[in-house]
């Protein structure tokens, strides 16, 4: 609690009429009740940017098997192609919050005529509001294609009589291409705490009038406390890329022969991945609330 105290001293010549020394002297002032103001918190969230897949997925395909039992066997697996197209994950979206301020001040301005006339003002509170934001993840980008058993060729023969022939195999070749994949940037965040006022102010005028004594003008001001809001922000993060291709079992022959000659040949496996660009992390930018709690006192 604080007290300031403003003592005057004023001198009158006699004159009749004049209030003896054991009258009552009139009183007056202003009592404030404790004030307290919360500015309401703000938060902000950014949606995420979407994902984005050219990937393309074959399994099983061009596969051939061929068996005999007299004669000749020949098998030739298909060929199996992909190619994808650019991908881009779409960009998270930006995020801003402020915090509402808050305003507990209290301003009293008068005059007063008189012995022990005040100010009382009880506690002051103010907090500012909290601001948070977070920016939205950029979105992932992939582009990777996945193959798997493609272009295989089996062929099994068995000796028949005088037939004397040859078993063939070929598998089918493989090629993925994939386009360029670009991971989509994290959305900005800015946030901004909510100011905190808690400061008196008191103007006023202060006459003492009474003879021979001396007057008092006070002003009691209680606890000024000022909170600035806190401010968070959290940039999105950036999308991942991927362009890479995953193949397996693909172009594989097989020829078998118990008697005569065999021929196996295996198809050939291409892939090309394009250039893949990762996201860029979202800039963040945070700052907490001022706060005041001064006291201001002017007395004439």
Known sequence: MKRITVLTAAVAAMAVGAAPASASLPVGGITQGAD???????????????DAST????????????????????????DTTAKSGDAYGGNGGDAAARGGDADA????????????SGVKQGDD????????????DGGDADTGNKQAGNGNSLVFREKGG???????????????????????????????????????????RHDACYRGGKHGSWIEQGDDWAFGGPAFAHGGDGGDADTGNTQFLNGNSLALSLFGDADSEGGDTYAKSGDAYG??????????????ASDVVELH
């Open 36 to 50: 307290k103001a919360l500015g309401g918190p703000a938060g902000a969230i950014a949606g995420d940017g979407g």
């Open 105 to 116: 001040s209290d301003s009293v301005r008068g005059s007063s005529k008189g012995s022990g």
């Open 162 to 204: 005088r037939h004397e022939s040859k078993a063939r195999s070929k598998g089918g070749d493989t090629y993925a291409k994939s386009g360029d994949a670009y991971g989509g940037h994290g959305g900005d965040a800015g946030a901004r705490g909510g100011h905190a006022d808690a400061s008196d102010r008191v103007k006023g």
């Open 125 to 136: 509170v103010a907090h500012g509001g909290k601001g948070y934001a977070k920016g939205g």
């Open 55 to 78: 990937g393309n997925t074959q399994v099983l395909n061009g596969n051939s098997a061929a068996v005999s039992v007299l004669g000749s066997s020949e098998s030739k697996g298909g």
């Open 279 to 292: 996201g860029n992390g979202g800039d963040a930018g945070a700052r907490g609330g001022y706060a005041d």
